[in-house]
């Protein structure tokens, strides 16, 4: 059994900078990949970006790629999501989700733990 919990979620301007992290615990996060979601309201959840469990090979959602960094440290069982020149339509619960095996998915289904979720709210 793993348990993530995600922080560093809050209220921004749109242009500021963010950076959500998950942490694990119960087992060590090396043995998983990891997604990061997001549901914005009245909308369905949606991936936004994946790492791989070595963090070497890494995949972005087209809305956040150049925008969004998302990274992996073994080491403090944790994995972040910064995430730069936030607009609006990133207003959403934040939700990170591992599964075992090397390689990510963009879908949900295929993620075995999930955290409670962060909220972020963006305004304009």
């Known amino acids: 059994q793993v348990q993530l919990v995600e922080s560093g979620g809050g209220l921004v301007r749109a242009g500021g900078s963010l950076r959500v992290s998950c942490e694990a615990s119960?087992?060590?996060?090396?043995?998983?990949?990891v997604g990061w979601f997001r549901q914005p309201p009245r909308k369905e959840r949606e991936f936004v970006a994946g790492i791989s469990r070595s963090g070497t090979v890494t995949y972005y959602a087209a809305s956040v790629k150049g925008r969004f960094t998302i990274s992996r440290d073994n080491a403090k069982n944790t994995a972040y999501l910064q995430m730069n020149n936030l607009e609006p339509e990133d207003t959403a619960v934040y939700s990170c989700a591992v599964r075992p095996g090397p390689y990510y998915s963009r879908s949900s289904t295929e993620y075995n733990y999930w955290g409670q979720g962060t909220q972020v709210t963006v305004s304009s």
């Open positions: 119960g087992r060590t996060l090396s043995n998983y990949a």
